[in-house]
Nanobody, 124 residues
């Protein structure tokens, strides 16, 4: 059974940091590229970052470039997202996703598997 389980969300002050994890099971992790997406209340789900099967290539959304860092550990079947210099606008539920169609993707459609999300709330 395929499962993606996000963790690490929470409440943090603006300027602070968090590290999200996405633990994968039920599929061959290193065959899949991975992505992080987020959805704020009342808004559509949007792309945050994606990482290739071996850790390259990496693409970030402009809104998080220079602040967030995506990584993966294939031996642990886990992907990470380090969130730094957090802003109020980063408040959202963060979702991890997996796909083996293509190389990497910045849109939702190619991703076959999705986690349930972890909430990040940034306070002033």
């Amino acid at each position: 059974q395929v499962q993606l389980a996000e963790s690490g969300g929470g409440l943090v002050q603006a300027g602070g940091s968090l590290r999200l994890s996405c633990a994968a099971s039920g599929f061959t992790f290193h065959y899949y590229y991975m992505g992080w997406f987020r959805q704020a209340p009342g808004k559509e789900r949007e792309f945050v970052a994606t990482i290739g099967r071996s850790g390259r290539p990496i693409i970030y959304a402009d809104s998080v470039k220079g602040r967030f860092v995506i990584s993966r550990d294939n031996a642990k079947a886990t992907m990470y997202l380090e969130l730094n210099s957090l802003e109020l606008e980063d408040t959202a539920s963060y979702y991890c996703a997996a796909s083996n169609r293509g190389q990497v993707a910045t849109t939702l459609e190619p991703y076959d598997y999705w986690g349930q999300g972890t909430e990040v709330t940034v306070s002033s």
